[in-house]
């Protein structure tokens, strides 16, 4: 690709750099950047005393930024499925949108390396495993000059398929338990009924069932084989106190139904004190989650981070919580 300052009436084809407000006569015309420049054009610019202009002549094997950013945008996005579309290009941009509410899913290491391929292509997406809704803008490509080589374009695509998944949250059965002791207000309880409906109505969960005992291991363990027998997928437990320990109440309380501690603690501020744990049971794995205390806030905490992945039936592992430290200061 050409570009630079060449004669105004050698410039037919070639595309504006730049934006030109120019005088016809009655009426003020604006020319946009990146218009292909035609006869009338420079009929115009001659006329505004323009005897040169800054434009960019494509070659022959060179594609033009919107078809570009088109077609490296359709490679990124899984064509099998409807959970993602893309926008019509302008200037050298092409937005990618969710067709779902989800959680976006990629690997950063992919994304790298496809930047990586060419400093021409800028590809920006939300950080992974983000919950997205349906129509949000969840990643854009952006063609730097005003075209690139479609050998480029082809090295991209090989390297960009099925990039980005926006994966959907499942109808998961999720129960919660809240226990209390004598100083337990119930409108602290109800508050926390309220705001955990909330939280599971963003990933479309729209009915929860509710349990309340005392803060002990009886009646904890208890409630949590209610909800095993109940056929729970999830178990959510709010204690009356936060868990400090392995051999606290919720974690005493899930070891008595046969249940294993994945991890209790995380790296995320706020959102600490959180224990992941599962209960096998009739060879279906339900996952209990021992709830911060900030979590009876509606604000982003840690176990949303763990929430989001269980209702969409990912697995999580101590190394993914690890990972989480990383941004993990709210």
Same mark, same amino acid.
């Given at each position: 690709?050409?570009?630079?300052?060449?004669?105004?009436?050698?410039?037919?084809?070639?595309?504006?750099?730049?934006?030109?407000?120019?005088?016809?006569?009655?009426?003020?015309?604006?020319?946009?950047?990146?218009?292909?420049?035609?006869?009338?054009?420079?009929?115009?610019?001659?006329?505004?005393?323009?005897?040169?202009?800054?434009?960019?002549?494509?070659?022959?094997?060179?594609?033009?930024?919107?078809?570009?950013?088109?077609?490296?945008?359709?490679?990124?996005?899984?064509?099998?499925?409807?959970?993602?579309?893309?926008?019509?290009?302008?200037?050298?941009?092409? $937005?990618?949108?969710?067709?779902?509410?989800?959680?976006?899913?990629?690997?950063? $290491?992919?994304?790298?390396?496809?930047?990586?391929?060419?400093?021409?292509?800028?590809?920006?997406?939300?950080?992974?495993?983000?919950?997205?809704?349906?129509?949000?803008?969840?990643?854009?490509?952006?063609?730097?000059?005003?075209?690139?080589?479609?050998?480029?374009?082809?090295?991209?695509?090989?390297?960009?398929?099925?990039?980005?998944?926006?994966?959907?949250?499942?109808?998961?059965?999720?129960?919660?338990?809240?226990?209390?002791?004598?100083?337990?207000?119930?409108?602290?309880?109800?508050?926390?009924?309220?705001?955990?409906?909330?939280?599971?109505?963003?990933?479309?969960?729209?009915?929860?069932?509710?349990?309340?005992?005392?803060?002990?291991?009886?009646?904890?363990?208890?409630?949590?084989?209610?909800?095993?027998?109940?056929?729970?997928?999830?178990?959510?437990?709010?204690?009356?106190?936060?868990?400090?320990?392995?051999?606290?109440?919720?974690?005493?309380?899930?070891?008595? $139904?046969?249940?294993?501690?994945?991890?209790?603690?995380?790296?995320?501020?706020?959102?600490?004190?959180?224990?992941?744990?599962?209960?096998?049971?009739?060879?279906?794995?339900?996952?209990?989650?021992?709830?911060?205390?900030?979590?009876?806030?509606?604000?982003?905490?840690?176990?949303?981070?763990?929430?989001?992945?269980?209702?969409?039936?990912?697995?999580?592992? $101590?190394?993914?919580?690890?990972?989480?430290?990383?941004?993990?200061?709210?």
């Amino acid at each position: 690709m050409f570009f630079g300052e060449i004669k105004t009436e050698l410039s037919e084809g070639a595309l504006l750099s730049s934006s030109f407000i120019l005088y016809d006569e009655i009426n003020n015309i604006k020319i946009s950047k990146g218009t292909k420049i035609d006869k009338k054009i420079i009929k115009l610019l001659l006329k505004n005393n323009i005897n040169q202009v800054m434009c960019a002549k494509l070659d022959k094997e060179d594609v033009d930024e919107n078809t570009s950013a088109k077609l490296i945008s359709k490679a990124l996005i899984d064509k099998s499925s409807p959970t993602m579309s893309i926008s019509n290009p302008r200037q050298g941009r092409c $937005n990618i949108v969710a067709e779902i509410n989800g959680l976006l899913k990629y690997n950063p $290491n992919k994304l790298y390396k496809i930047n990586a391929i060419n400093n021409d292509v800028g590809i920006a997406a939300l950080k992974p495993l983000r919950i997205v809704k349906k129509k949000q803008i969840i990643a854009t490509t952006k063609i730097i000059p005003f075209a690139i080589n479609k050998l480029i374009i082809e090295r991209i695509q090989k390297h960009s398929e099925h990039c980005f998944e926006i994966l959907p949250f499942l109808n998961k059965k999720v129960h919660l338990i809240q226990t209390q002791n004598e100083k337990t207000l119930k409108k602290v309880l109800d508050k926390t009924l309220l705001v955990t409906e909330r939280r599971l109505l963003e990933c479309q969960i729209t009915s929860l069932i509710e349990k309340r005992c005392a803060h002990n291991v009886n009646n904890l363990s208890e409630k949590i084989n209610e909800s095993v027998k109940e056929n729970a997928d999830i178990i959510l437990v709010f204690g009356a106190s936060a868990i400090c320990d392995k051999n606290d109440i919720v974690p005493l309380s899930l070891k008595k $139904n046969n249940g294993k501690i994945i991890r209790l603690g995380m790296p995320v501020e706020p959102g600490n004190l959180m224990l992941l744990g599962k209960i096998d049971h009739n060879n279906k794995i339900i996952f209990v989650l021992g709830m911060p205390g900030c979590a009876r806030s509606q604000k982003e905490n840690g176990v949303d981070w763990i929430l989001w992945r269980l209702l969409c039936g990912l697995d999580i592992s $101590n190394r993914d919580i690890n990972d989480m430290g990383t941004g993990g200061l709210l």
